[in-house]
C-alpha cells in the first residue's frame, strides 16, 4: 500500500425534502450567489424549494452553465460575483454546474484570467465558498476537489483541482426528471470512476479492492430496475450514492490510478461535443483490450468477483469480462463504437497528434504514449 493522506471535508446532506436545510447551512449574513444551468431546475421544482429554502437570504442569479461547462460563461459569472461582492456560492444543478461554480468560486478572489488557473492550479489561492444541490448523479463533483472546463476559443477541456464543497445536499427526488440518456451516462460515468481505481495490478490494497467491487456491483444490479422505472425512490437513492462514492476518495487509499480513459474522453468530447459518460463507454473496453497484459491480475479478479466467469483459460476469461463490460454499457443503453456516432478517422488523428504534442504518457505506469492512444482509438472504430 501506498503512503497517503486523507480528508475529505465535504457534509453530505442527502435524502427526501433535504433542500429545506439549506436555511440552516447558510448563514444568513452571506451574500449569495446561485449558479445554474438552462432551466431544468426550474422545470422540475428544485429551483423553488431552494428559493423557498433560502427566502431570507439576500441571493443573486447566475443562469446558463451549459454542459461541459465553458470558461466563456464561466468569465461572465466571475465578473458579476466580483461586481456584487458576493462571499457564498450555491450550485444548483449538474456536474457541469457545480465545476463552472468550482472555477468561479476560485476566480473571483484571482486578479488574472479564469482559464490561468485551469491550466496551473498552483495559482488558485483564496476560493470563495461554495456549496451545492446535485441534481444528476455522475460525476461526483460533489464530493471532490475537481472540475472539469472547456474552452471553445481553442477547443480545449481539461481537468483541475480547485476545493471540497462546503456541503452538498442530494436528494434522490430531483433526479426524476433526469432525460434517460442523462442517466445512462451517468451509471456509465460512476461505474468507470471506480474501473479506473480498481483495475491497476500491484495495488495491495484488498479493502479497496472490496470498496470498489461493491460499488460496480450496485450499479450493475440497480441499472435495470432504473431503466424500467427512474422514479423508484430507492433505486435512484442507491445510484446517487454509489455516484458519490465513486469519486470522492473514499476507494483510492493507498493506490495508484489510472484516469487514461478519461484523458481520452475529455478530447473525443472537446472535439464532437459527445457527452462525457458515453465517450468512457467507447474508450474504457477498447483500452482493456489493448493494455489487458499490464492489467492481467486485476482483470481476472474483476472477472470473477464482479461478473462471476469460470474459465480456466486466462485470455478468453479477460475478454469474457471485456465483452460482458460493454454490454453492459450497451444495457444502458449506450453506444460503445466511434462508428456508431459518424466519429471518423479525422477525430482520432487529431487526438493522437495533441497527445503526441503535449508528450503525454497516460495510465497507471504512464506507459499509454501517443502511438498507444492510436491504438486504442483503432480498436473503438
Ligand atoms: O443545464 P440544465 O438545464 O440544468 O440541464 C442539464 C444538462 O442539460 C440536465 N440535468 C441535470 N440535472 C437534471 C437535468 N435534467 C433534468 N432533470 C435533472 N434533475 O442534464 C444535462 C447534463 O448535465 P451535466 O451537468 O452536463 O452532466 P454531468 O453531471 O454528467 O456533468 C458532466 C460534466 O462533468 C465533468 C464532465 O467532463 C462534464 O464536463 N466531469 C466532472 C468530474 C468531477 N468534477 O470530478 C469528473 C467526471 O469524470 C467528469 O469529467
Ligand atoms: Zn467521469
Redesign the pocket.
Known amino acids: 500500500m501506498k503512503n497517503f493522506t486523507f480528508q475529505n471535508t465535504t457534509k453530505i446532506i442527502f435524502g427526501k425534502g433535504s433542500i429545506s436545510q439549506l436555511e440552516k447551512e447558510i448563514p444568513l449574513d452571506r451574500k449569495i450567489m446561485l449558479t445554474?444551468?438552462?432551466?431544468?431546475?426550474k422545470?422540475?421544482g428544485?429551483y423553488d424549494q431552494v428559493v423557498s429554502a433560502l427566502q431570507k437570504h439576500n441571493c443573486i442569479e447566475f443562469w446558463g452553465?451549459?454542459?461541459?461547462?465553458k470558461v466563456e460563461t464561466l468569465r461572465k459569472a466571475i465578473a458579476l460575483g466580483k461586481q456584487e461582492n458576493i462571499d457564498f456560492i450555491l450550485a444548483v444543478?449538474?456536474?457541469?454546474?457545480?465545476?463552472g461554480t468550482k472555477l468561479i468560486a476560485s476566480a473571483i478572489p484571482y486578479n488574472g484570467d479564469a482559464w490561468n488557473l485551469v491550466l496551473d492550479e498552483t495559482l488558485i489561492g483564496d476560493i470563495i465558498p461554495f456549496a451545492d444541490v446535485i441534481?444528476?448523479p455522475?460525476?461526483?463533483?460533489e464530493m471532490?476537489q475537481?472540475?472539469?472546463i472547456?474552452n471553445s476559443a481553442s477547443g480545449e477541456?481539461y481537468?483541475f483541482g480547485s476545493a471540497y464543497p462546503q456541503f452538498s445536499i442530494l436528494d434522490p427526488e430531483?433526479?426524476f426528471?433526469?432525460?434517460p440518456y442523462?442517466i445512462a451516462?451517468?451509471i456509465a460515468?460512476s461505474f468507470i470512476?471506480v474501473m479506473e481505481q480498481y483495475l491497476i495490478d500491484k495495488n495491495n490494497a484488498p479493502l479497496m479492492d472490496r470498496w470498489a467491487e461493491g460499488i460496480l456491483l450496485t450499479l450493475i444490479e440497480t441499472a435495470p430496475f432504473i431503466r424500467k422505472n427512474q422514479q423508484d425512490y430507492e433505486q435512484m437513492a442507491n445510484f446517487m450514492l454509489s455516484a458519490t462514492m465513486a469519486?470522492n476518495g473514499f476507494i483510492a487509499m493507498g493506490i495508484r490510478t489510472d484516469w487514461a480513459t478519461?484523458m481520452i474522453g475529455?478530447e473525443i468530447?472537446a472535439l464532437t461535443g459527445l457527452t462525457?459518460?458515453e465517450t468512457l463507454a467507447i474508450v474504457e473496453p477498447a483500452l482493456l483490450r489493448v493494455m489487458k497484459n499490464e492489467k492481467r491480475n486485476k482483470l481476472l479478479q474483476y472477472a470473477e468477483r464482479v461478473w462471476n466467469i469460470v474459465e480456466t483459460d486466462e485470455d478468453r476469461k479477460i475478454e469474457a469480462a471485456i465483452a460482458k463490460t460493454e454490454q453492459f454499457y450497451r444495457s444502458l443503453p449506450l453506444k460503445t463504437r466511434l462508428s456508431e456516432h459518424g466519429i471518423g478517422d479525422d477525430v482520432c488523428q487529431e487526438i493522437v497528434e495533441r497527445f503526441r504534442k503535449r508528450n503525454t504518457r497516460l495510465g497507471e505506469n504512464a506507459s499509454i504514449t501517443a502511438d498507444t492512444v492510436k491504438i486504442i482509438l483503432e480498436h473503438c472504430k
Open positions: 445554474m444551468g438552462g432551466g431544468s431546475v422545470q422540475n428544485v452553465i451549459e454542459p461541459n461547462p444543478g449538474g456536474g457541469s454546474v457545480l465545476d441534481t444528476l455522475a460525476t461526483g463533483s471532490n475537481g472540475a472539469v472547456s477541456k481537468a430531483t433526479t426528471s433526469l432525460p442523462q451516462c451517468g460515468d470512476h469519486l478519461h475529455h468530447t462525457h459518460g
